[in-house]
């Protein structure tokens, strides 16, 4: 009898998430259990990996107690020093077995249940798609404040400034990727922290792989680790770095890079 084909892998970065782990992830847990249950009814399978990144507040241990509640396969990747999100989800990729990989933040801004609109357009052929706070048909049921909303501006202003990327949205963590596609630009990825999604997004733009962004209802979160002074100096100086390592694509302001070939296809 040969065993369900693994399609789809969830990869959920940790970094002392807790709290979330200990809160309101149970619904998670639920839903997964359910769609992992319909997905085995096509002969398919999916897996969770957790891409646990050095935390210091016991949610190594919480996700050890927590695997047991999947009807799925899980998988834990721990690093025993902190590598970053990007460094961490990259672990995950490495791990993973699905032919399609999901970004899934733990806070669950985005709820599951949206997780098959990433894969329905997947399945059209897409080699990337985002789940986009900025398309016009997404539906926000909480704000951000006022310092994450300048902050979200600013960043997007600075990146259209020094990359031409026709993309509105890099930050969302709901996404889905084809892992063939992924694996090569993840072995290359410079920039490990917070702005990891930006560069794998101008990467993908770069090389021609098709992307598509998709309206979302998103929750903000009123708790977030982004501090206020540090991290955009910190962002800033990371995309200054990253501008220079893509110098040979991007050589001149304020025209688009030599290799430019368009990836994103509108179909709605």
């Avoid at 889905?176 to 560069?199: H, M, Q, V, Y």
């Avoid at 098709?210 to 903000?220: A, G, L």
């Avoid at 990371?238 to 430019?260: E, G, Q, V």
Wanted: with cysteine.
């Amino acid at each position: 009898m040969n065993c369900p084909l693994i399609k789809t892998s969830i990869i959920i970065p940790v970094y002392n998430e807790a709290d979330n782990l200990r809160g309101d992830f149970i619904k998670f847990i639920t839903w997964l259990n359910h769609f992992s249950k319909k997905m085995r009814g096509l002969d398919e399978e999916i897996e969770l990996v957790f891409a646990e990144d050095g935390s210091t507040d016991g949610s190594y241990r919480i996700l050890q107690e927590l695997k047991k509640s999947f009807d799925c396969p899980v998988t834990i990747v721990h690093s025993s020093k902190r590598l970053g999100k990007g460094g961490g989800f990259c672990n995950g990729v490495s791990a993973a077995r699905g032919q399609v990989v999901i970004l899934y933040d733990c806070d669950m801004a985005v709820s599951p249940n949206q997780i098959p609109r990433l894969l329905e357009k997947i399945e059209e052929g897409y080699d990337i798609v985002i789940g986009s706070r900025k398309h016009k048909a997404t539906r926000l049921i909480h704000y951000p404040t006022f310092i994450r909303f300048l902050y979200g501006q600013i960043g997007y202003i600075i990146g259209k400034t020094l990359f031409y990327i026709p993309l509105k949205e890099t930050q969302c963590g709901f996404k889905a990727f084809k892992r063939s596609k992924l694996l090569p630009l993840c072995k290359i990825l410079k920039t490990t922290g917070w702005l990891f999604d930006f560069e794998l997004l101008l990467r993908s733009f770069y090389n021609g792989l098709s992307i598509v962004e998709i309206p979302i209802d998103f929750r903000y979160i009123k708790k977030t680790r982004i501090h206020i002074i540090f991290d955009p100096i910190k962002m800033f100086l990371d995309l200054m770095r990253l501008r220079l390592c893509t110098l040979k694509y991007y050589p001149m302001l304020p025209f688009k890079p030599i290799s430019y070939r368009k990836s994103t296809r509108e179909k709605d």
